[in-house]
């Protein structure tokens, strides 16, 4: 069983900046690919960011050039920089383990809300 934490969720103004943070408990970080999706009421989830378990990395087209996803192995976490917020760019966000040597198996946490408005 794998449990996953986010954190740093919470308000801002337009043209502002956060970090979200995704921790692991539970399994080999290392072998862990993860990404962010973000979702509001009414519309499908969407992909953020991702990052392989090498580190590389893709985002989503409304994201794109505004976001940087990172990893930090020996802490088990996952970090997503974004700036330049707009106020699309509100949603719940939530994070997915991808469990790469068990048949890609998906873990996700509750999410963190990010509200961008002035």
């Known amino acids: 069983q794998v449990q996953v934490v986010e954190s740093g969720g919470g308000w801002v103004q337009p043209g502002g900046s956060l970090r979200l943070s995704c921790t692991t408990f539970g399994s080999d970080f290392s072998r862990i690919a993860l990404g962010w999706y973000r979702q509001v009421p009414g519309k499908q989830r969407e992909l953020v960011a991702h990052?392989?378990?090498?580190?590389?990395?893709n985002y989503g087209d409304s994201v794109k050039d505004r976001a940087i996803i990172s990893r930090d192995n020996a802490k088990n976490t996952m970090y997503l920089q974004m700036n330049n917020l707009k106020r699309e760019d509100s949603a719940n966000y939530s994070c997915a383990a991808v469990l790469v040597d068990r048949q890609y198996q998906y873990y996700w946490g509750q999410g963190t809300l990010v509200t961008v408005s002035s």
């Open positions: 990052i392989s378990t090498a580190g590389a990395a």
